[in-house]
Nanobody, 115 residues
Framework: QVQLVESGGGLVQAGGSLRLSCAAS????????MGWYRQGSGKQRELVAA???????NYADSVKGRFTISRDNAKNMVYLQMNSLKPEDTAVYYC?????????WGQGTQVTVSS
């Protein structure tokens, strides 16, 4: 099993930055894919960014060039640096991993971007 705990959300003005953190309860060295998802009010949950154990990344088109995902295997942490935030980025952000044939999700952290 893996427990994921997100932190770093908050209220920020448009154009500002936030850094989200995801702490895993076990080593993530062997967990190939870890990602950040978000769910806005009345919307479906969507992939924001993902990173493999080799460091390969992929991003939703809406965040390319503004968000950066990274991982620190030694600290069992995954990060999402969010720059040039827009009101449409407002959502609950979730950390997710796939391990042992199961998906594991964190509880989410709220990001609110004011215009």
């Amino acid at each position: 099993q893996v427990q994921l705990v997100e932190s770093g959300g908050g209220l920020v003005q448009a154009g500002g930055s936030l850094r989200l953190s995801c702490a895993a309860s076990r080593s993530i060295f062997s967990i190939n894919s870890m990602g950040w998802y978000r769910q806005g009010s009345g919307k479906q949950r969507e992939l924001v960014a993902a990173i493999t154990s080799s460091g390969a990344t992929n991003y939703a088109d809406s965040v390319k060039g503004r968000f950066t995902i990274s991982r620190d295997n030694a600290k069992n942490m995954v990060y999402l640096q969010m720059n040039s935030l827009k009101p449409e980025d407002t959502a609950v952000y979730y950390c997710k991993c796939y391990f042992g044939r199961f998906d594991y999700w964190g509880q989410g952290t709220q990001v609110t971007v004011s215009s």
